[in-house]
């Protein structure tokens, strides 16, 4: 099932709306993300990804997300002093969402990726296309330097 993610409106973490289409012409990685997980270094990574690319048209999209675990329990802006304190990562971070159960935008529309279903775990991406499609899914265990992960990343760029 193609999905596209050009007219989902999310919420920055000052609060205002956003929606994912003024992205469009860029490649992203939406990740939900989480402060207290075992996965929570791969904010170096990418950290590393969004420098490494972001002059070619990419950018992360940080989804701090507090359904696994309790792993993401604080404010928006603790999160991101955090994120930038900790990881040196200054990529865009939203405000929370919910990835699992009722969730909320973008994984109401995110969860619909093959294979559907909620995100299984803090960490999950979504890498999207320069016109909005989802054109991958890589489960919370892949690493931001991951192989498939980059190619896939740079294929979408040249695109």
């Known amino acids: 099932m193609l999905v596209n993610v050009k007219d989902i409106v999310v919420e920055s973490s000052s609060g205002g709306k956003k929606q994912l289409g003024d992205y469009l012409g860029k490649v992203m990685l939406i990740v939900n993300v989480a402060s207290r997980c075992g996965n929570t270094p791969q904010y170096s990574g990418l950290q590393a990804l969004h420098d490494k690319y972001q002059d070619q048209g990419f950018v992360v999209l940080g989804f701090p997300c507090n ?3 309790g792993q993401e329990p604080g404010t928006v802006n603790e999160i991101k002093e955090f994120c930038s304190s900790t990881f040196g990562a200054n990529f865009e ?3 929370k969402v919910h990835a699992k159960g009722n969730t909320t935008e973008p ?3 995110l969860n619909k990726v093959e294979p559907q279903g909620d995100v299984s775990w803090n960490f999950e991406k979504f890498l ?13 265990g892949i690493e931001p330097s991951n192989e498939e992960l980059i190619a896939a990343i740079e294929v979408a760029l040249a695109l």
Not at 128 to 140: C, E, L, S, W, Y
């Open 67 to 69: 359904d696994f675990g």
């Open 93 to 95: 971070i939203f405000n």
């Open 107 to 109: 994984y109401t529309t």
């Open 128 to 140: 999207v296309g320069k016109d909005g499609n989802v054109i991958a899914r890589f489960q919370p």
